[in-house]
């Protein structure tokens, strides 16, 4: 081969865009991809989370407090999601009631030690008047009138690119959302006293 012929073929740019098509092309892919399937993870976000206010608002009405009104509420949510994307794996709604706004998180308690940590013989304040020191003094179920119920619902769908996996991220997505109503005052409620409790 002659060094005309090979200096032409040095000096040509043919052919070059392929060669950076094809470097560029699986990157730009990749981000592509990754923005799609957090854009869709958000919307999803988006929209469950509206389904929850919404169930968590039905749940308040006087009559919606059973076990069988609270499965048709959850079903509303679900078939909302139902119809974005098939088959979402569903964790198990949960409803915890608490007397106030405040009771909700652990038990106030007069830390003697300073180590952060309730122990046994500390004072504390009993907000649920079971005599104990509660790290949650929430009871299951939506409650009565006047109640304060934390709403929680979430599921599980597959990813909508195989790209996760390159990224480092597992093949599913797991989305929660919550909310904190309180239910109406359709009758007299008696709430536990805050009591101070040493022993």
Known sequence: MSKALLRQFAESKKGATIVEFAIVCPVMLMLVMGLGEITF???????????????????????????????????????????????????????????HFADIGPEYFFDSNGNNTYDKGECFIDTNGNSAWDADPGASGQGSANAVV??????????????????????????????????????????????KICK
Do not use: C
Not at 159 to 183: D, E, Y
């Open 150 to 195: 934390v709403y929680q619902m979430g599921f599980s769908y597959p990813r909508l690119f195989p790209v996760a996996g390159l990224l480092g991220w597992s093949g599913s997505a797991h989305i929660t959302a919550s909310t904190i109503l309180k239910n109406q005052p359709y009758k007299f409620s008696n709430t536990a006293d805050n009591t």
């Open 41 to 99: 993870q958000e919307y999803l976000q988006s929209v469950l989370s509206g389904a929850v206010q919404k169930a968590a608002r039905d749940s308040t009405i006087d009559g919606n407090g059973s076990s069988e009104a609270n499965t048709v509420i959850d079903n509303k949510v679900k078939s909302t999601i139902s119809l974005i994307i098939k088959s979402p794996v569903w964790d198990d709604a949960t409803r915890t009631n608490y007397s």
